[in-house]
């Protein structure tokens, strides 16, 4: 009941205008940071920052506010800058991150990190155990969910349907190659995405208290 709860209370915030006003934001930054800042270390490695947008929208305003968002970043991000043909079988893992971001990050309190010193730093966690241990398991979940099964699936699913060669054993050698594939670039990934999110949604959730209580005190 805790569970589908999260998904009806996070419903009822989309009744409140400055949750369409912010998540509408939060939105365009995640189509500006998805398509101009990107750390490209390799060919096959590259660090994007657009999941603090969807990450920020699931922490704020719950589940289906994040499912709903990356539905429309995803969207709106083909139309802006189209890539291939269209499936709605890879916005459904945009919205599986947004949806796993919620439930682990809704009604939280994000951790203060301490950046005076990599020992403040690391002290400032260990202070707050509870609440990095929901960005760990927000992150290493959708890495997981996201892009070790879904996105594997989908795309040897796509390609099977493209070579009309749809035979289990195929199939399934294929998704295997693609999960191995996507293991190190993960791996490398997921520790960098915590540490981000570590630092940066304390700030967020600060800055957007301190804007609305100010409105308040002013209304």
């Given at each position: 009941?805790?569970?589908f709860?999260?998904?009806?209370k996070?419903?009822?915030?989309?009744k409140d205008?400055r949750?369409?006003v912010?998540?509408?934001?939060l939105?365009?930054?995640d189509?500006?940071l998805k398509?101009?800042?990107?750390?490209?270390?390799?060919?096959?490695?590259?660090?994007?920052f657009?999941?603090?947008a969807?990450?920020?929208i699931?922490?704020l305003?719950?589940?289906?506010?994040?499912?709903?968002?990356c539905?429309?970043t995803d969207?709106?991000?083909?139309?802006i800058?189209?890539?291939?043909?269209f499936?709605p079988?890879?916005?459904?893992?945009?919205?599986?991150?947004?949806?796993l971001y919620?439930?682990?990050l809704y009604?939280?309190?994000p951790?203060?990190?301490?950046v005076?010193s990599p020992?403040?730093?690391f002290?400032?966690i260990l202070?707050?155990?509870?609440?990095?241990?929901?960005?760990?398991?927000a992150?290493?979940?959708?890495?997981?969910?996201?892009?070790?099964?879904?996105?594997?699936?989908?795309?040897?699913?796509?390609?099977?349907?493209?070579?009309?060669?749809?035979?289990?054993?195929?199939?399934?050698?294929g998704?295997?190659?693609?999960i191995?594939?996507?293991l190190?670039?993960n791996?490398i990934?997921v520790?960098?995405?915590?540490?981000?999110?570590?630092?940066?949604?304390f700030?967020?959730?600060?800055?957007?208290?301190?804007?609305?209580?100010?409105?308040?005190?002013?209304?």
């Amino acid at each position: 009941m805790a569970f589908f709860g999260s998904f009806k209370k996070s419903a009822a915030e989309l009744k409140d205008i400055r949750c369409l006003v912010v998540t509408a934001m939060l939105i365009g930054l995640d189509l500006v940071l998805k398509f101009f800042l990107n750390l490209n270390l390799t060919d096959e490695l590259k660090i994007s920052f657009a999941f603090v947008a969807i990450a920020s929208i699931g922490m704020l305003y719950g589940p289906t506010v994040g499912a709903i968002a990356c539905v429309i970043t995803d969207i709106v991000g083909f139309m802006i800058k189209p890539s291939g043909t269209f499936n709605p079988l890879f916005t459904l893992v945009e919205v599986a991150g947004g949806v796993l971001y919620g439930l682990f990050l809704y009604n939280f309190s994000p951790v203060k990190p301490d950046v005076e010193s990599p020992k403040a730093f690391f002290k400032s966690i260990l202070e707050n155990w509870v609440s990095a241990l929901r960005i760990v398991l927000a992150k290493i979940t959708v890495a997981v969910v996201c892009n070790l099964i879904m996105t594997p699936l989908f795309l040897t699913f796509q390609k099977q349907l493209e070579a009309s060669d749809f035979t289990p054993a195929v199939f399934w050698a294929g998704f295997i190659s693609r999960i191995s594939t996507r293991l190190i670039k993960n791996a490398i990934e997921v520790p960098v995405h915590i540490l981000i999110l570590m630092l940066t949604l304390f700030p967020i959730m600060a800055a957007y208290k301190a804007i609305f209580r100010q409105h308040k005190s002013a209304t």
